[in-house]
């Protein structure tokens, strides 16, 4: 074809076909209404396009296809309506392009595809995706505009091939890019607990220890909690109620905040748990807060190596 392919306001009954071609300049289908309810509304499968391909403003009825299309510039369906419930309302998958916009268009009524394309910006509302997504394999550099993980976690969540791990990574490095690194645990985060989903009970068991204990290692903090509100246990039981000495006059003077975080952290010894030997129900919250103290320094390294070994 020649530099551009101009057709503006073009309503075409049947569909349209671009499929293999190669515009040099650009394409230019704005506020075009395109009906092919039982077919493809916009056939441009493999097209390359020089410039841009602007579709801002279309109506179609029928599958967009745009499966391996090039656009060495940006491809636009800002405004539009994109509608073929019950099939692909936009198959863009093994696209490349600098950006894919959809700006202010309407919701779409249908699945979209995009695994395996590449775009260095994506410009959608949350809104805008269906039910239904395809996202394996879909790269890109950031998301427009900026918003909260929590706002764009849920579009992850409607693959239609599952837990999708890549989606997960790409979401968070596009945070990472921009200096967001709460926004990119988050989503680092959310990967665990939807991987958690795919294992063994016996997985999900520690993993759901990992997640109340240290958050998979992204929410750190939290072991602080539990050791303090442990310590303070601890501290009230054996302050309360002193263990006796298993030598008397030998040994330390009895200690129960040291003699809680003896039993707690089990690398650090304090000569506390050694010469205090409580007896009854006291002696089961020992017990207890040595295999708490254990878990939780499990959980706390397992949760540190995770965040380490990511980028």
Not at 82 to 97: K, T
Request: charged share 20%.
């Amino acid at each position: 074809m020649g530099a551009d392919v101009r057709a503006p306001r073009l309503v075409a009954l049947g569909g349209l076909h671009l499929g293999t071609a190669r515009v040099e300049g650009a394409v230019d289908l704005e506020d075009a209404r395109i009906e092919n309810a039982d077919g493809d509304a916009l056939d441009a499968a493999r097209l390359t396009v020089g410039t841009v391909l602007n579709a801002g403003g279309l109506t179609a009825e029928g599958r967009v296809r745009l499966t391996g299309a090039k656009v060495a510039g940006w491809i636009s369906f800002i405004e539009a309506e994109l509608s073929n419930p019950g099939g692909v309302a936009l198959g863009i998958s093994s696209c490349e392009a600098t950006q894919l916009t959809l700006r202010d268009a309407q919701p779409v009524s249908g699945d979209v595809r995009m695994h395996y394309s590449t775009f260095k910006v994506i410009e959608a509302e949350p809104q805008v995706w269906p039910a239904t997504v395809r996202l394996e394999g879909l790269r890109y550099e950031a998301l427009t505009p900026r918003l909260p993980a929590a706002d764009r976690l849920a579009l992850l969540q409607r693959d239609v091939d599952g837990f999708v791990p890549h989606s997960y990574e790409q979401l968070a490095a596009s945070y990472r890019r921009v200096g967001d690194d709460v926004d990119a645990r988050a989503v680092q985060l959310a990967e665990q607990r939807r991987r958690r989903a795919t294992l063994p009970w016996y997985a999900k068991l520690w993993g759901c220890v990992q997640d109340a204990t240290v958050g998979y290692g992204f929410r750190p903090t939290r072991a602080g909690g539990w050791l303090l509100a442990l310590l303070l246990l601890g501290s009230a039981a054996y302050g309360l109620h002193h263990p006796p000495p298993l030598e008397h006059g030998k040994g330390p003077g009895f200690n129960a905040p040291v003699y809680t975080l003896d039993l707690l952290l089990p690398i650090i010894d304090f000569g506390q748990q050694a010469a205090f030997a409580p007896t009854g129900l006291y002696q089961w919250l020992s017990y207890l807060l040595i295999a708490v103290g254990w878990v939780l320094a499990t959980a706390v390294a397992a949760g540190i190596t995770r965040a380490l070994s990511r980028p």
